[in-house]
């Protein structure tokens, strides 16, 4: 079924096929019997692909002229895009990589004392902008006090 018209509306908007860990979310609309589409409650790590709308991937694009953060994280960043990031529930995509990172193990340099201080206040900078962006999108979407979800565990 082409669900692309009824999935994303005109809006700044994207959706994920797939996202690990499966977060609560709250429902935005429903697509078919079983099939929903939801604000996560918090960002996945994992993402297989995305259906994003021609505004979306406009803004996307536009503010991604540099990049600074691997991809997925940068799609976690909504309050940079402005594009609002939703999930499948449940997932319509499956990624069989058997729990191994495709990315590999990766060491991480030592870092001075100042370093670590201004990572933690821009650490702590960033997850304020994106709380009060968060709520703004709550608001936009009409679902501030839509009850919270958990996604079904898989038998």
């Not at 994992?46 to 600074?68: C, P």
Request: net charge positive; proline share 5%; hydrophobic share 40%.
């Amino acid at each position: 079924r082409d669900w692309s018209s009824d999935v994303c509306s005109s809006d700044l908007m994207a959706a994920r096929l797939i996202s690990q860990p499966k977060p609560s979310f709250r429902t935005w609309r429903t697509l078919c019997a079983g099939t929903v589409l939801g604000l996560p409650t918090h960002n996945g790590n994992l993402t297989v692909g995305y259906l994003i709308t021609k505004e979306g991937a406009r803004s996307l694009l536009r503010n991604s002229e540099t990049f600074w953060c691997p991809v997925d994280d940068y799609m976690n960043l909504a309050y940079v895009h402005s594009c609002v990031m939703l999930n499948f529930v449940p997932e319509i995509a499956e990624h069989r990589d058997g729990g191994v990172s495709l990315i590999g193990r990766r060491e991480k340099p030592s870092v001075g004392l100042s370093t670590k201080v201004v990572r933690e206040v821009l650490r702590a900078w960033r997850n304020l902008r994106m709380k009060a962006y968060s709520w703004c999108v709550l608001i936009r979407l009409g679902l501030c006090f839509r009850k919270i979800r958990r996604v079904p565990k898989q038998a």
